[in-house]
């Protein structure tokens, strides 16, 4: 059970988040270990609580083992736990209130708004032809639209498309189903896409091939575009836009929708309920991402913050 745990998790960190080679076999390394300790003691990641969890890193405090390297293998934990959540295997989180030796908490990597619109600009001109750029237009209009993760985007079926939506129903990780709203831009992209991918399903259709039930088909066993295709596609868009490729993954573009949202006013519980998350303290961390730009905002603009680094840092006035 574990052993497949991990694996079915480390495919999706190097589809949806583009984790490097060397950071998929450090988690490989760090989940099979605790996995095994588990093991010994007649439990396993689908059964363990909290308390061993928590007994496991004192094992390996006890092996003199760092800080960092604890806090990393408690990171590895958490974001398996996570998955596992989100992918319905478990009901709970066992190590989401278990506190990181030492370490800072990581807010999630986002775009900015002008580079959200270079990325969109790519896909509407990058391409062989017009298939491609409306195919690749549709992707990133409704990605950015929704907050759709990549998985449920590319196995979008495409009778919930049809008829010019203003809802779009998802269906998420556990077989949840959620509505979220779709932008007119995302609206205009779909009709334009669903008008050139009937048109490409007949001619196949003409050929002896089966019809595809599938938003964006393929000739992959999947039957639909898959994650790994479109994590390269966005890398060749970045690469277009001028957006520095290590910046974008399918799910920045997910994290940019939530920041955006939330910047722009956004509730949210409305945030969380369209991002399928559900527990609303997942869609918090979003608000620290919002804190963190409006500081800067204010560190860059603000004249009294100007005036204070054109003084070196000085801001008492004579006589005081």
Not at 23 to 36: I, M, P, Q, V
Not at 145 to 157: C, D, F, I, K, Q
Not at 280 to 286: L, R
Request: aromatic share 6%; glycine share 8%.
């Amino acid at each position: 059970m574990s052993d497949r745990w991990i694996s079915t998790f480390l495919e999706a960190q190097a589809a949806e988040l583009g984790a490097a080679r060397n950071t998929l076999l450090a988690y490989g390394r760090d989940l099979k270990d605790a996995g095994a300790w588990l093991s010994d003691r007649g439990t396993g990641f689908d059964t363990a609580d909290t308390a061993q969890i928590e007994a496991y890193l004192i094992h390996c405090d006890a092996q003199g083992l760092a800080k960092a390297t604890r806090a990393r293998r408690l990171s590895a934990i958490k974001q398996l736990y996570r998955f596992a959540f989100e992918e319905g295997w478990r009901a709970d989180n066992p190590a989401i209130q278990i506190v990181s030796p030492g370490q800072d908490k990581r807010l999630p990597k986002t775009l900015d708004e002008d580079e959200v619109e270079r990325l969109l600009t790519a896909a509407r001109t990058y391409g062989r032809g017009d298939h491609d750029r409306l195919r690749d237009t549709c992707l990133m209009e409704l990605l950015y639209a929704t907050g759709m993760r990549v998985s449920e985007l590319v196995s979008l079926p495409v009778s919930s498309a049809r008829g010019d939506p203003q809802m779009l129903l998802i269906l998420g990780k556990g077989g949840k189903e959620r509505m979220v709203p779709l932008s007119p831009s995302a609206r205009a992209s779909l009709l334009a896409w669903i008008e050139v991918r009937d048109a490409k399903q007949a001619a196949l259709e003409n050929e002896g091939a089966p019809l595809s039930r599938f938003l964006f088909p393929s000739r992959g066993a999947s039957g639909h575009l898959t994650r790994h295709w479109f994590y390269a596609r966005i890398k060749a868009l970045s690469v277009h836009a001028g957006v520095a490729p290590s910046k974008v993954t399918p799910h920045t573009l997910r994290h940019a929708f939530a920041t955006h949202l939330l910047a722009g006013g956004a509730d949210l519980r409305a945030i969380q309920t369209m991002l399928g998350h559900a527990d609303v303290a997942t869609t918090e961390i979003y608000t620290h991402v919002v804190d963190e730009r409006l500081t800067q905002l204010v560190l860059d603009h603000h004249p009294l913050a100007r005036d204070t680094r054109k003084s070196g840092g000085n801001t008492s006035s004579d006589g005081q």
